[in-house]
């Protein structure tokens, strides 16, 4: 049963009063406690802007906010093309079947998330192999093996994983591809926007590859605090989603007022150097060599997992057991989310606690 929840910044307070330090958030800037952001955007921005769209983008819902917003985007990333979409979940299971016809090749790392497993299960036409999780030489093998019979491959990964909080390849990927003609890549950057890079646009920035990616898709509901999600394409590709992807076509358009919100926190997401450093520190103090803020703990078993979760709770710290079939059976565990909002003092009690499982 769904239960609400009394969110209070980085606390959750639950049944009975008992207040915990929240550990199962996206909120990796800790943007939620930041209040004065939000009464300046309504102060200066809000008034601007009607609540709802009402309508399709492709009917009376594009308002010239989703242009603004979508062009900055393009110029952040140095692109050809921007796109909003109503959630990461539309734009992965709407883009894909776009890109997948009867002569395109799929090649998707085995953790990607399951919006991008549905994608290519609404894709019919699609020809679709998953690679071992950041397995680089049986990648290798099967664009080898297969890419030659067709027109075109896509080589789909995520930049953090959300579930293990290791990070793809990336130099290796691109090196990969080149490789072999007609071979582009897809990355989900959905965990990393906000949190790595010198502006906070990912891993691909971080990585000073931001150039050698084919297409991004970016959340806005996590680190950015807002709603939504984009893609960052070239112009053909953008083109052939506006006329035939489904979500978009179909969705009523996110509200003007959440476009420009969302306009307005990323221009100040793209200066707060200072908070992602902090995460960074947050995350080496806790566990040392770890590459981001997502940090699972392993405890295989169902009822042993949902223990050790009570156990946290108990201690002050809420988080959540995740098992099957979010995970394998015998990868159940924890997973615990870092923000900018916690403070090395907070952290003192739960590295105690870690030490015990990890």
Not at 66 to 72: D, G, K, R, S, V
Not at 284 to 305: D, F, K, R, T, Y
Not at 334 to 342: E, P
């Amino acid at each position: 049963m769904l239960a609400p929840y009394d969110l209070i910044g980085k606390e959750i307070t639950l049944e009975g009063g008992h207040r915990c330090l929240n550990l199962s958030s996206n909120d990796y800037l800790g943007l939620q406690e930041e209040r004065g952001l939000w009464h300046e955007f309504l102060e200066t921005e809000a008034p601007h802007h009607a609540p709802s769209s009402s309508s399709s983008r492709l009917l009376t819902g594009n308002a010239p906010v989703y242009w603004e917003f979508e062009e900055h985007l393009s110029q952040l990333y140095n692109a050809e093309s921007a796109l909003l979409w109503d959630s990461g979940y539309h734009a992965n299971s709407g883009i894909i079947p776009v890109l997948a016809d009867g002569k395109v090749l799929i090649l998707a790392d085995r953790l990607v998330h399951a919006s991008i497993i549905d994608g290519i299960r609404l894709s019919p036409k699609c020809h679709f192999t998953r690679f071992r999780h950041n397995d680089l030489e049986h990648l290798g093998h099967l664009l080898e093996e297969r890419s030659s019979d067709y027109d075109a491959t896509w080589i789909i990964t995520e930049s953090l994983f959300s579930m293990d909080g290791d990070v793809a390849p990336l130099k290796e990927l691109v090196t990969l591809k080149k490789r072999f003609p007609n071979t582009y890549l897809y990355l989900d950057e959905a965990h990393a926007v906000g949190v790595f890079g010198e502006r906070g646009l990912g891993l691909a920035e971080a990585e000073g590859l931001l150039s050698e990616i084919d297409l991004v898709v970016g959340t806005l509901g996590k680190a950015l605090c807002s709603v939504g999600a984009y893609s960052i394409q070239s112009d053909a590709i953008h083109d052939l989603l506006i006329n035939h992807a489904r979500p978009l076509i179909f969705s009523t358009a996110l509200p003007p007022i959440t476009v420009a919100w969302s306009h307005f926190i990323l221009d100040r997401v793209l200066k707060m150097k200072e908070r992602r450093e902090h995460l960074r520190k947050l995350t080496e103090v806790l566990v040392p060599g770890h590459p981001s803020q997502i940090i699972p703990i392993i405890v295989p078993g169902n009822e042993a997992v949902q223990e050790a979760a009570e156990e946290f709770i108990r201690a002050g710290f809420y988080v959540r057991p995740i098992r099957k079939p979010t995970v394998p059976a015998g990868k159940e565990r924890l997973r615990l989310s870092l923000t900018a909002s916690m403070t090395l003092k907070e952290l003192n009690s739960l590295q105690q606690l870690t030490r015990k499982y990890l």
